[in-house]
């Protein structure tokens, strides 16, 4: 049975920006814009995922214009190729980008932006088909990844290496018991794939793994989470002209930003409403069942999850997602050195020489963040120790 993998148009996309040369254009692009607009209006893109939380929350809230930031409404893209053109381009000036693509836009295609905070924190799962009941099961079979330079990619590598698995990337021919085949999936398509049998798992951000629930289609195997603890999924990413030549406007829009991720804490059943297509703004065009799955669980949630197995380290009282701004170095420098041993179908040859210490400190700029950090009141505010370094904790 085929499987509905991106289009072949935005594979190409895809393959085209994954190179210096096919960014060129869109680099020459932005030069052109920010040079006829150089106050321009904050305008953010977006996937449909709760990644985008906090740039929406602080949209709603109306905490840009507070900060003196003159925000247009979030632009609402419906793939990673679209997102990262129109930001690459200049269409918008901040997104919210899976962490790894960061590395790849910065030392792949040579995109002079940088990190400037973390989105959230876990907010990932890996869904199976129903009769699934161990990692071990997919020796075999297919599962889908959102985008090769993904955590979930380097996750699910990781979980499939330690139960004693092969990850590949094979378009035609048969599997060995030990192989699993990964493909390229929009998330929109994962649940009614994974329902029709074309897949046996995918991973990916939420909700569509609570979607997976919700419709009966699928079952949440393990938790991101669980496996490689508070780790960052989705990161923000803005331009280095606007870093540098406005710094007062990139003050603000992070100042922004980690506003809205302390209100999400507290306001979980607030958020999911916001989200939801039955919130002012349907920002996504997903359930508030799904989102408050996500968002605002049920404690028995937890408590089935812990005694079936999903959860294997209660201990580290992770919650399906939630959030903390700040960067940690260690874990860029941990992400390079995973990056350097998944299996990625694109190109990948900057990764043979990138220094994971040097990463930490060129892709990531944390000057804006930290300040908003202590605005705020300090990391504890956020549920984090007090502190800017930390160890990466990751066991399957």
């Excluded at 997102?83 to 901040?94: D, H, L, R, T």
């Excluded at 043979?352 to 990531?364: E, I, K, N, S, W």
Aim: hydrophobic share 40%.
């Amino acid at each position: 049975m085929s499987l509905p993998p991106l289009s072949r148009r935005e594979w190409l996309k895809l393959s085209s920006l994954l190179t210096a040369g096919g960014a060129l254009p869109l680099l020459s692009a932005f030069q052109a814009r920010a040079q006829a607009e150089s106050d321009a209006p904050l305008r953010i893109g977006y996937l449909p995922i709760t990644d985008a939380t906090p740039l929406l929350v602080a949209h709603h809230n109306g905490y840009f214009e507070e900060a003196g930031i003159k925000a247009e409404k979030p632009t609402l893209l419906r793939s990673w190729a679209q997102i990262i053109e129109a930001f690459i381009s200049g269409q918008v000036n901040v997104v919210h980008l899976l962490s790894p693509m960061t590395v790849w836009a910065r030392y792949g295609s040579k995109v002079p932006a940088k990190v400037v905070a973390w989105n959230h924190m876990s907010g990932s799962g890996l869904t199976t088909a129903l009769d699934i009941n161990s990692v071990a099961e997919l020796g075999g079979k297919t599962v889908a990844i959102p985008f090769w330079y993904s955590i979930h990619n380097v996750v699910l590598q990781h979980l499939l290496r330690e139960n004693g698995l092969t990850p590949v990337s094979r378009k035609q021919g048969g599997l060995a018991a030990n192989e699993v085949n990964l493909v390229v999936m929009a998330p929109s398509d994962m649940p009614p794939a994974i329902a029709s049998r074309q897949i046996a798992g995918y991973i990916v951000a939420e909700p569509f793994n609570a979607l997976a629930e919700t419709l009966g289609v699928g079952k949440v195997l393990r938790f991101t989470g669980d496996v490689w603890r508070d780790h960052a999924c989705c990161v923000v990413f803005m331009h280095e002209r606007d870093l540098q030549q406005r710094p007062q406007w990139s003050q603000g829009v992070v100042d922004a930003i980690v506003r809205a991720q302390l209100w999400t804490r507290d306001h979980r059943a607030e958020t999911a409403q916001l989200l939801s297509k039955e919130g002012i703004h349907r920002y996504t065009p997903h359930s508030l069942e799904a989102l408050n799955k996500v968002l605002n669980p049920s404690p028995k949630d937890r408590d089935a999850y812990i005694a079936s197995g999903i959860i294997q380290h209660p201990a580290w009282d992770e919650k399906r997602i939630d959030f903390q701004p700040y960067p940690y170095p260690s874990y860029t420098e941990e992400l390079v050195r995973k990056l350097k041993d998944t299996v990625i179908e694109a190109d990948r040859g900057f990764l043979r020489d990138l220094d994971p210490t040097f990463a930490a400190g060129d892709l990531v700029d944390d000057r804006y963040v930290k300040r908003a950090i202590e605005r705020v009141g300090g990391l504890t505010r956020f549920g984090v120790a007090n502190s800017y370094t930390r160890l990466e904790t990751i066991r399957a």
